[in-house]
Nanobody
Framework: QVQLVESGGGLVQPGGSLRLSCAASGFTFSSTAMTWYRQAPGKEREFVARIMRDTGFKIYDDSVKGRFTCSRDNANNTVYLQMSGLKVEDTAVYYC?????????WGQGTQVTVSS
């Protein structure tokens, strides 16, 4: 079955960096686009970044463009989200997501807290 396991979250000061990982299994990872979302307290889940399957083409939300970088390691079935220049408003639970065969799958999420 499809499994997505996020890790790498934590507490960081404003301006700091974190790298999130999402380990995937149960599907052909190299053939599948991967997406990061986040959900802040009291807010709806929102799109952060997507990396396409073949070309590695990436799309970012304007709020993270220039600060976050999405990458993938097809040999290890893992997608990453390198976050730098973190702001208090980046505080959220971060999820990876995949769409396969008409279904959407989510990981359990990893908490990122940006605070001084």
């Amino acid at each position: 079955q499809v499994q997505l396991v996020e890790s790498g979250g934590g507490l960081v000061q404003p301006g700091g960096s974190l790298r999130l990982s999402c380990a995937a299994s149960g599907f052909t990872f190299s053939s599948t686009a991967m997406t990061w979302y986040r959900q802040a307290p009291g807010k709806e889940r929102e799109f952060v970044a997507r990396i396409m399957r073949d070309t590695g083409f990436k799309i970012y939300d304007d709020s993270v463009k220039g600060r976050f970088t999405c990458s993938r390691d097809n040999a290890n079935n893992t997608v990453y989200l390198q976050m730098s220049g973190l702001k208090v408003e980046d505080t959220a639970v971060y999820y990876c997501n995949v769409y396969i065969g008409g279904k959407v799958y989510w990981g359990q999420g990893t908490q990122v807290t940006v605070s001084s």
